[in-house]
């Protein structure tokens, strides 16, 4: 079973998708990629920054922040502010997520995703993932979210 999600990534310059909301410095870059080619694991960041073996055996964890994120709906995306972190130009779409699955009332915290569809006006992402891309949020939405309305567009401004 999957469920659909939707998110921010930042793309850095090999057009390879990042979380947009964690800060990358302390941790291997290899971990923290939305791999071009399968399934993204979760990690336990946490534990791979006090050097220390994961403190829990299933992710994402209850009581950790561990695990792939995701918002529930369209709706809560457009709406979300700009992540702090990264200078990096940033996209949104639509990701699938698998495997343990945290549920909660805004969004998704699972152990296994995958992006399925971007909104990438400016054509940053990399040609190795094989998403659906669109020039419009509108064309997203009406494709990839059959629950709700269209909502207003996200702010893709950087400043």
């Known amino acids: ?21 964690t800060p990358w410095s302390p941790f ?5 990629l939305w791999r071009p080619d ?13 050097g220390q073996d994961p403190p829990h055996d299933r992710l994402p964890a209850e009581d950790c922040l561990c695990g792939l994120y995701a918002w529930r709906d369209t709706a809560l995306l457009a709406a979300a502010r ?13 990701v699938r997520l698998g495997g343990r699955v945290i549920i909660a009332e805004r969004g998704y915290r699972a152990q296994r995703g995958y992006p399925v569809a971007v909104f990438d006006p400016r054509g940053l992402v990399s040609p190795r993932y094989s ?3 669109y ?3 509108s064309a997203l939405v009406a ?10 567009g996200p702010n893709l401004h950087q400043g």
Not at 28 to 32: E, K, Q, V
Not at 38 to 50: I, M, Y
Not at 143 to 152: C, K, S, V
Request: proline share 7%; with cysteine; charged share 20%.
């Open 38 to 50: 399968g399934l993204t694991e979760a990690h336990c960041l946490r534990a791979t920054a006090s």
């Open 1 to 21: 079973m999957s469920l659909l999600g939707w998110r921010q990534w930042a793309v850095d310059g090999d057009g390879l998708l990042r979380p947009a909301w």
């Open 131 to 133: 998403v659906a891309r």
């Open 143 to 152: 494709e990839w979210d059959d629950q709700h309305p269209l909502t207003r």
């Open 28 to 32: 291997p870059s290899g971990m923290l």
């Open 82 to 94: 700009l992540p702090r972190w990264t200078r990096l130009p940033c996209v949104i779409g639509a």
């Open 135 to 137: 020039r419009t949020w």
